[in-house]
């Protein structure tokens, strides 16, 4: 399971802010901490579902220690203290992404025969796969 690191700091204005050092443009913002760690969430993950969409590598997370002096620097940035509340030190929380490998997996499904001549012939027609026509059809259903 991959995780990324997030700071999360107080907004002078009110609420949280969390953002993710290896992952530039994943911020977000919650009322309070608790819902700031589930938007980080869910911003981590739609980030890095990007980055597989576009083919682009993950990026490789930071150490700990590597975050917490990320972190404990913010202070030292005269432009992060003007919107951050500095009373409040900021926390590193891990966040855990969903699993976002590419590698394929073999199953076994089964289909009535005519239907899989049809998605084989929509497939061909395409110039895709079976597999690969079948994971765009299942991507594009919502």
Request: charge should be negative.
């Amino acid at each position: 399971m991959i995780y990324y690191y997030a700071i999360i700091k107080k907004a002078r204005e009110g609420g949280f802010v969390a953002v993710f050092p290896d992952i530039p443009e994943a911020f977000t913002q919650g009322d309070d901490i608790p819902e700031c760690i589930e938007m980080a969430t869910d911003v981590l993950n739609i980030s890095l579902e990007e980055y597989v969409r576009e083919r682009r590598e993950l990026p490789v997370p930071s150490s700990f220690e590597e975050v917490t002096k990320i972190a404990e620097n913010l202070f030292l940035d005269p432009e992060e203290t003007k919107y951050i509340d500095t009373s409040f030190a900021p926390l590193v929380q891990i966040i855990f992404a969903e699993d976002m490998s590419q590698k394929p997996v073999k199953i076994m499904v089964s289909f009535p025969k005519r239907y899989l001549q049809d998605i084989d012939k929509k497939a061909e027609q395409l110039g895709m796969t079976r597999s690969g026509f079948l994971v765009k059809a299942a991507l594009a259903y919502e």
